[in-house]
């Protein structure tokens, strides 16, 4: 089994930062594919940024791209998103996510494509 813990979701202003945190315990062998997701309320949740660790390849969302940064620490096997120029759109719950696939182009902000997840942490930006 895996688990995911998220921490760093705060309240902030627009045109600020925040660093999420995602700590990885469990059976971690093969485990390549992250990904960062957010749900906002009444909506769906979706993809904002992941990485393949097996190729060090990342996504993003176009809503985020040149924002966020997605990014591994592999001795405290801890991932991170770095969100700059936030906005009130990102207001959302974001949760991260984990999955085993053996190839880099399974690695997509496909919900189907991660079976663990953790339980979320809040962002709220204000205008």
């Known amino acids: 089994q895996v688990q995911l813990a998220e921490s760093g979701g705060d309240s902030v202003q627009a045109g600020g930062s925040l660093r999420l945190s995602c700590g990885i315990s469990?059976?971690?062998?093969?485990?390549?594919?992250f990904g960062w997701f957010r749900q906002a309320p009444g909506k769906e949740r979706e993809g904002v940024a992941g990485l393949y660790t097996g190729g060090g390849s990342t996504y993003y969302d176009d809503s985020v791209k040149g924002r966020f940064t997605v990014s591994q620490d592999n001795a405290s096997n801890t991932l991170y998103l770095q969100m700059n120029s936030l906005k009130p759109e990102d207001t959302a719950r974001y949760y991260c996510?984990?999955?085993?696939?053996?190839?880099?182009?399974?690695?997509?902000?496909?919900?189907?494509?991660?079976?663990?997840w953790g339980q979320g942490t809040q962002v709220t930006v204000s205008s």
């Open positions: 996510a984990a999955g085993r696939v053996p190839y880099k182009w399974m690695c997509t902000p496909q919900i189907n494509v991660y079976p663990y």
């Open positions: 469990g059976t971690t062998h093969n485990l390549y594919c």
